[in-house]
């Protein structure tokens, strides 16, 4: 037995290999251009390798299981579900991102989450209200805490967060611990207002530079290359948003660009874009987390290798904006270099509505609900006007209320694929990646566009989806900086 992978060393020797090979959505199946059917060879060097698997095919065969053999524990697993047989499990930390939780609490299904909780940790109903171990951001004791029988995270305290020689404080915010024991303490005060260290926030807000950019980009990796010379799975960036902060306070979405060109290469034209987006002033530049600065770094290494007369320049500038770790120091550290607005909301403030995540899709929703000041200003229709211009909205209110709470703007998007599409998504990525708010499904919906034959108005309507999406990403740290800004005024 083998299998059949994507050989990140091998390279492709031929342009456009990935425009060799269409998927159809009506009969679910690839198709293979005229080249590729009828003289494969002509596709050029291989760029998958067989792994045999004789081993570890021997390994399961002849592995010893609960129910007996390999042979008996297929019967095993099958007659449990033929009878609808609930299986044993053991309990752990894996237990948060159960796909058999009922969340919605639809009347006609079951919940396999609390039936197992309430077996084996004995939980009663009230139990699934309460904050649990693993709910505490970055700790990693959790599934101790769960085999001791240690279920909810109220009890815990500083100790139980630091090493056995203590805990290094922060250079400057909180610390890894801090933030744990920050939460803890929300939790057991029953406390959901913010915490904020407001004089170190503003000291650190004190260093950036107006005019302020906040930056998104949506990228992929494509398994087959789109030239020679190209690896598998290399990085393709193929769209980002701009958002601009002026000194006197205005705000527009002051730039945008996207490739839905099939069999285009979007990186240099990409950074061209995002280079003449940015060299106008030298205004502070933000990401949110480290992906803005991981992409830039894998476009430069690309250059290296490439052809293109502004590679030099195009260089120069990625070393402006980011950093590059080699070994201990680094190999560059930008004039620019990024901020990572992420970073500074670890570090300075803790929202406990969050319940511990510091992702975008998480922070945002919970400032919007414990900030009376943007509340009140994007409740009007004041997006997309001539006070905050906008290239994809007109006349837009980001604050809409349900049963007194603030709505996640990110949910209020209209879906991006029909109901074809999404049982094709459903099958491609998982459940948590299934919306348009999700930087999997804009994935997923690039690779459409390039895999896909499409109607124009089908390539128009996911296209229009994907550039109201990024918007919203560098909107978003738009509203964050607003309530920070506003917290150390």
């Not at 299986?87 to 991102?97: F, T």
């Not at 801090?178 to 807000?205: A, G």
């Not at 290798?305 to 980011?322: C, N």
């Not at 879906?415 to 099958?427: A, G, K, R, T």
Request: charged share 25%; glycine share 4%.
């Amino acid at each position: 037995p083998y299998l059949l992978l994507a050989n990140k060393e091998a390279t492709a020797s031929l342009d456009g290999l990935n425009q060799q090979f269409f998927f159809d959505r009506h009969t679910n199946s690839v198709q293979l251009s005229a080249l590729a059917l009828n003289a494969p060879e002509k596709l050029g060097d291989k760029i998958l390798v067989e792994v045999t698997m004789n081993k570890e095919v021997r390994f399961i065969l002849e592995q010893s299981y609960n129910a007996g053999s390999f042979s008996e524990m297929v019967t095993y697993f099958s007659d449990a579900v033929r009878d609808n047989i609930k299986l044993p499990v053991v309990i752990g930390k894996k237990c948060k991102s159960c796909e058999f939780q009922n969340k919605d609490g639809v009347a006609t299904l079951k919940d396999g989450f609390q039936e197992c909780w309430r077996q084996m940790a004995r939980f009663k109903e009230s139990d699934f209200n309460k904050p649990m171990v693993w709910d505490i951001w970055d700790f990693r004791k959790a599934d101790n805490h769960i085999q001791a029988g240690e279920y909810f995270a109220t009890p815990l305290s500083r100790v139980d967060f630091e090493a056995k020689n203590g805990s290094k404080p922060a250079e400057k915010g909180m610390s890894r611990v801090d933030r744990q024991e920050m939460q803890v303490i929300k939790y057991q005060q029953n406390d959901s207002k913010p915490y904020v260290l407001v004089e170190e926030l503003r000291r650190e807000m004190a260093n950036w530079v107006y005019p302020l950019h906040m930056i998104d980009f949506e990228t992929t990796a494509v398994a087959l290359p789109f030239y020679a010379g190209m690896r598998p799975y290399e990085v393709a960036a193929f769209q980002f948003s701009q958002h601009i902060i002026h000194a006197d306070g205005r705000i527009e979405h002051a730039n945008e660009w996207i490739n839905t060109e099939q069999g285009v290469f979007p990186n240099f034209h990409f950074l061209r874009a995002l280079k003449k987006a940015l060299e106008k002033d030298n205004g502070t530049i933000f990401r949110y987390a480290t992906h803005e600065n991981t992409v830039l770094n894998k476009i430069y290494d690309q250059l290296q290798s490439s052809t293109e007369p502004d590679a030099v320049e195009l260089k120069a500038f990625i070393e402006t904006i980011t950093s590059r770790k080699e070994g201990k120091g680094y190999a560059w550290m930008g004039d620019r270099n990024m901020v990572d607005l992420c970073d500074t909301i670890r570090k300075f403030y803790y929202n406990p509505l969050t319940n511990g995540s510091n992702s975008i899709k998480a922070v945002l929703p919970a400032i919007l609900n414990t900030s009376n000041y943007l509340q009140k200003k994007y409740s009007e229709p004041v997006y997309g006007t001539a006070l905050i211009p906008s290239k994809n909205f007109i006349d837009h209110s980001w604050v809409k209320m349900d049963n007194g709470k603030v709505n996640d703007p990110y949910k209020l998007l209209e879906p991006v694929f029909s109901e074809h599409d999404d049982y094709i998504l459903e099958e491609t990525i998982s459940d948590e990646q299934s919306d348009i708010q999700n930087g999997g499904a804009a994935m997923a919906a690039y690779g459409m566009m390039q895999f896909t034959h499409m109607k124009a108005s089908e390539r128009d309507a996911i296209t229009k989806s994907l550039l109201r999406y990024c918007e919203l990403d560098t909107m978003a740290m738009v509203m964050i900086w607003e309530e920070l800004h506003k917290l150390v005024s």
